[in-house]
């Protein structure tokens, strides 16, 4: 397998698997709860997701952030996981901190 292609699996698995169908550029906003919201819309909105909408909207965000890993500057790191809490809060579930 070349090194081009192992490096899109993941944009691959984003695209054709059961995952969501996301707002273009999602992960770029500024601000966590703008992620959030788009997060929550696009799972709420999918008809290919197999869980419900927070798990999904959950899963996809973890997937992007682990997919990133150190290339993933500090602070959009900060703001992906302020979203989460945003997403969390936006369903109603527990806040983690």
């Known amino acids: 397998m ?6 899109r699996w993941s944009q691959r698995v984003a695209e054709t698997s059961d995952a969501l169908d996301l707002e273009p550029g999602v992960f770029t906003l500024r601000d966590p709860r703008a992620i959030a919201r788009s997060l929550k819309r696009s799972a709420e909105r999918s008809e290919r997701r197999k869980s419900d909408p927070f798990r999904s909207a959950m899963s996809m965000l973890t997937f992007y952030i682990n997919r990133a890993g150190r290339n993933l500057p500090e602070d959009q790191r900060r703001r992906l996981e302020a979203a989460k809490e945003e997403l969390r809060a936006l369903y109603g579930r527990p806040r983690r901190r």
Do not use: L, N, R, V
Request: aromatic share 0%; charged share 35%; net charge positive.
């Open 2 to 7: 070349s090194q081009a292609k192992t490096k």
